[in-house]
């Protein structure tokens, strides 16, 4: 008998356009101390088993058919009063964002006894016992102090700890995990992964892992799940899925992942999963954005970043030996070359994007220099002197659902730049304009009749790139371009931004958490620490001889993806 | 929690020097005193002396000056109709107010909470549409329509509560409490309801929006998958966190309610500082309009300062000791 059964289950969510079926005839199984993944595309359907299991739905969906049962006892359809009994205390739910799903207004203290009285026949004595020693199971130091303390004094990935601690404390035998660890960095990710894996081996729990991390589910999972449009398309043995995937889309998406070992020049077999259009050929070279007005002939790096130092505020006082700071850069100096993509690494708050913004002029940094072209942009006085290097110096921001005004057409997203800048000779050159680069990003021109709402995150992305390049941009700055999206999308916005780079002739600043994804994208990598440039090394001899401690140690954590033939084809 | 009191010390004194400019400023414009002062049978010549030795003739910066060096000892200037004390007159008539205030208050907080709860924990059941209809409308009518009705079938027609005046009161070390007698309380209902009127929509919707945020964040859902019953979920995770909000908006109207409640007061004919006011108006009375102006800004600058202290105190994110970001 299996630790949890789905038989042919049906979720359908019904609205007025009709309805809509989230997951088709679905069967699964999850043994005692097995860890099961279950990946796919954002929308496949992922979480929505997760939530159908311990009957948390987002109304209105239902499910249609198909039954659900826990050690041989069918829990689907059991009444609220019923389902409760369940939740907790047989199965523990770890959800996605740390930041959120803790109270913010309780303390850890009382959210973990709360739970622990709510499903165990225990004092409060006892509650609070089991408290302490539940944080110190999941490597939490001196637990009688954080425990009377406040979520947000909790980093995310202790967060993350506190809520793994809240639903393992009345023992569940079901751990259903969703997306545990894509919030959070590398490192921490590995230590998150590792106890929820120890767990399992200790405790004989179960697991339903969602993710759309491949690294993730080649190391930690037993069995693999595949989900496509609501669909289970694979199922089985974790190696064997990943070595010989059966499904075309299976191995679409192991293509797409961008791998740890080598660096390849394109991510191939991708187009399985968005239907992109082919594009239609542009004659770079006659083609307007193919000029630039302000080519001049100049042979030293292209940007030079020298001595930036910049901190910020963390705790005013009237007295300024009782301020506090904390430095988000601290001496950084490296250069870019015309044409090279230079990437930067490093975990969250290592001021990565400080130093995007530095450059870009969003901030103006406490000392040092940022040199464009020969030129010092510190230097510029005024807002006019520098408008010609905000127009040749481009960002892309990480996430495509806020960077863009919601109540604005894509054409005039697009079109606000080249106006702003005087670019185009006539409205009807940046009609021209904004049509050639929609086509060209892989949308058709069309999209610009649509609001940002109407695409998909992938697709967003898209505009914002079409729009970092309606300046005819030299350096164009990624500040993690793809961290919001799925695997396949990512896969398809990282070939189109190599491809426009070869193109173009394109500089770009890469900024990214994410090790695979730097390797395949940039020349030469910077490693960020606190502020603090550690290393800038050629990206093979980075990845193979990292030369840092702290390079080594964030190398050695990568989840390295493994077992993938197709791609050696 | 110091610098950010010597902060608010500063600021409050900011806010209170332009309300007194514009306070003052306005004086001049609002008629001649010695017409309701005096009688018919006064003479120019003596019109004029008077206002000599009122000191009305003099430029308004040395009336000004004048006016501020007696406020900063404690005078804020006599009444011309009632020949007191100004602050006396205000501190007199402000206990009459502060319980109407504190009456309509407990009005909202005990209906507005229960009501915007349940109306957001039962989206779809009928009380909740009834809930928010009545609410709408309520939003409409004004105050002083309410009252007027309120007056008619609870006092004319139905004779069951009195319509005017504050009934008994009891002295209480200094302070005349009508809460405390039953005729007192029989005269605090009609009034306190009309003034809870024009708030009470507004915290309704507003206890029912920041509930729904509440009801779909995260932690509710995570707190559901804990296994926790509807009762804590509903009354402790997400009450505590419809709060924050409800207070921040709740302190700001607890200030405009003293300040306002003139519509109330003059239907009621309740002894309060709204009433003292509007007299004071109609008679010209120059000194209790200054003050009074000055008076509710103070109320605002304090209440104000209170309510962030208070929602320091409730939110741990909130560090009012002066941490950024």
């Given at each position: 008998m299996s630790l949890l059964e789905i038989k042919n289950l049906c979720i359908e969510y019904p609205s007025r356009h009709g309805v809509h079926h989230a997951i088709t005839s679905l069967t699964l199984n999850i043994e005692r101390g097995e860890i099961v993944g279950v990946v796919g595309e954002s929308g496949a359907g992922k979480s929505t088993i997760g939530n159908a299991v311990i009957d948390l739905l987002s109304p209105p969906g239902i499910i249609s058919s198909g039954e659900i049962y826990l050690n041989?006892?069918?829990?689907?359809?059991?009444?609220?009063?019923?389902?409760?009994?369940?939740?907790?205390?047989?199965?523990?739910?770890?959800?996605?964002?740390?930041?959120?799903?803790?109270?913010?207004?309780?303390?850890?203290?009382?959210?973990?006894?709360?739970?622990?009285?709510?499903?165990?026949?225990?004092?409060?004595?006892?509650?609070?016992?089991?408290?302490?020693?539940?944080?110190?199971?999941?490597?939490?130091?001196?637990?009688?102090?954080?425990?009377?303390?406040?979520?947000?004094?909790?980093?995310?990935?202790?967060?993350?700890?506190?809520?793994?601690?809240?639903?393992?404390?009345?023992?569940?035998?079901?751990?259903?995990?969703?997306?545990?660890?894509?919030?959070?960095?590398?490192?921490?990710?590995?230590?998150?992964?590792?106890?929820?894996?120890?767990?399992?081996?200790?405790?004989?729990?179960?697991?339903?892992?969602?993710?759309?991390?491949?690294?993730?589910?080649?190391?930690?999972?037993?069995?693999?799940?595949?989900?496509?449009?609501?669909?289970?398309?694979?199922?089985?043995?974790?190696?064997?899925?990943?070595?010989?995937?059966?499904?075309?889309?299976?191995?679409?998406?192991?293509?797409?992942?961008?791998?740890?070992?080598?660096?390849?020049?394109?991510?191939?077999?991708?187009?399985?999963?968005?239907?992109?259009?082919?594009?239609?050929?542009?004659?770079?070279?006659?083609?307007?954005?193919?000029?630039?007005?302000?080519?001049?002939?100049?042979?030293?790096?292209?940007?030079?970043?020298?001595?930036?130092?910049?901190?910020f505020l963390t705790k005013d006082s009237f007295f300024a030996s009782r301020r506090e700071y904390v430095q988000a850069s601290n001496q950084v100096s490296f250069h870019i070359k015309e044409g090279e993509t230079f990437g930067l690494v490093g975990e969250s708050g290592s001021g990565k994007s400080t130093i995007a913004r530095i450059i870009a002029g969003l901030y103006t940094p406490d000392e040092g220099n940022i040199t464009f072209e020969g030129i010092n942009l510190s230097a510029l006085k005024s807002e006019s002197e520098r408008r010609p290097f905000r127009r040749q110096m481009q960002m892309i921001f990480q996430n495509p659902y806020t960077s863009m005004n919601p109540r604005m057409k894509i054409f005039n997203i697009i079109a606000e730049p080249i106006r702003f800048h005087k670019l185009a000779a006539s409205e009807a050159q940046v009609r021209q304009i904004v049509h050639d680069l929609l086509d060209h990003v892989g949308l058709g021109r069309l999209a610009g009749l649509k609001y940002p709402h109407e695409f998909s995150g992938g697709q967003r992305q898209r505009v914002s790139i079409a729009r970092a390049l309606a300046t005819r941009p030299r350096l164009l700055i990624c500040d993690e371009p793809t961290s919001a999206l799925d695997v396949s999308v990512q896969a398809q916005i990282l070939n189109l931004l190599k491809d426009l780079q070869e193109e173009l002739n394109l500089t770009m600043l890469f900024i990214s958490h994410d090790l695979p994804v730097i390797r395949q994208m940039c020349d030469r990598v910077g490693v960020m620490q606190k502020g603090t440039l550690l290393e800038v090394a050629e990206t093979e001899q980075l990845f193979n001889q990292p030369a840092h401690p702290y390079s080594q140690h964030l190398i050695s954590l990568m989840p390295v993806f493994k077992g993938l033939k197709i791609n050696q084809k | 929690m110091l610098t950010f009191l010597g902060q608010r010390l500063i600021q409050a004194l900011i806010v209170m020097f332009v309300i007194s400019l514009v306070a003052f400023a306005i004086q001049d414009n609002l008629g001649d005193p010695l017409r309701e002062m005096v009688g018919q049978s006064v003479s120019l010549a003596e019109r004029q002396a008077l206002r000599d030795e009122m000191g009305l003739n003099d430029p308004y910066l040395t009336k000004y000056s004048r006016f501020i060096v007696n406020a900063l000892h404690g005078d804020l200037g006599t009444s011309y109709f009632l020949k007191k004390p100004v602050l006396d007159i205000i501190l007199d008539k402000l206990q009459a107010t502060l319980e109407l205030v504190f009456g309509a208050a407990l009005i909202i907080l005990f209906v507005s909470i229960p009501l915007g709860v349940y109306s957001a924990i039962h989206p779809k059941s009928i009380s909740t549409k009834i809930i928010m209809t009545l609410s709408s409308l309520g939003i409409s009518v004004p105050v002083f329509l309410t009252a007027i009705m309120l007056m008619y079938i609870f006092s004319i027609e139905l004779n069951w509560l009195p319509s005017y005046g504050r009934g008994d009161t009891i002295n209480v070390w200094g302070w005349e409490t009508g809460f405390l007698t039953k005729d007192g309380l029989l005269h605090l209902i009609l009034p306190c309801i009309s003034l809870a009127s024009i708030m009470l929509p507004l915290f309704i919707r507003l206890v029912r929006s920041e509930m729904l945020e509440a009801l779909g964040s995260e932690y509710v859902k995570f707190a559901t998958a804990k296994g926790l019953s509807l009762q804590k979920i509903y009354y402790q995770h997400a009450l505590k966190n419809t709060m924050l909000p409800v207070i921040t908006v709740g302190g700001v109207q607890i200030g405009t309610m003293i300040a306002y409640t003139i519509l109330t007061e003059t239907v009621f004919q309740w002894p309060g500082t709204g009433f003292l006011f509007l007299d004071a108006i109609n008679r010209v009375d120059t000194p209790v309009i200054t003050a009074y102006v000055i008076f509710v800004g103070l109320i605002f600058v304090v209440t104000n300062t209170f309510v962030d202290l208070l929602y320091g105190l409730i939110n741990p994110t909130v560090d009012i000791t002066g941490k950024g970001a």
């Open positions: 041989g006892e069918k829990i689907s359809g059991l009444n609220n009063k019923e389902m409760r009994k369940i939740r907790g205390s047989k199965i523990g739910f770890i959800f996605q964002d740390p930041m959120t799903s803790l109270n913010p207004l309780f303390t850890i203290e009382k959210q973990l006894t709360e739970t622990i009285l709510a499903n165990l026949d225990v004092t409060k004595e006892e509650a609070y016992t089991r408290s302490i020693s539940l944080l110190e199971q999941v490597g939490i130091s001196e637990p009688k102090l954080r425990i009377k303390q406040y979520p947000h004094q909790f980093s995310g990935g202790m967060r993350q700890r506190v809520v793994i601690a809240i639903a393992l404390s009345a023992e569940p035998e079901l751990i259903i995990a969703d997306e545990p660890t894509t919030a959070l960095d590398v490192s921490i990710q590995d230590q998150i992964l590792t106890l929820i894996r120890n767990l399992c081996i200790d405790k004989n729990v179960g697991c339903m892992l969602v993710t759309h991390d491949m690294g993730v589910v080649s190391n930690i999972t037993d069995k693999i799940a595949v989900m496509y449009k609501g669909e289970l398309v694979e199922f089985g043995n974790t190696k064997e899925v990943l070595d010989n995937p059966a499904h075309d889309y299976t191995r679409s998406l192991i293509s797409a992942v961008p791998r740890s070992d080598v660096k390849q020049h394109r991510f191939p077999l991708v187009s399985y999963i968005e239907d992109a259009e082919p594009l239609p050929e542009l004659d770079i070279k006659t083609h307007w954005l193919g000029q630039s007005e302000t080519q001049r002939e100049y042979n030293g790096a292209l940007l030079n970043v020298d001595n930036i130092s910049l901190r | -």
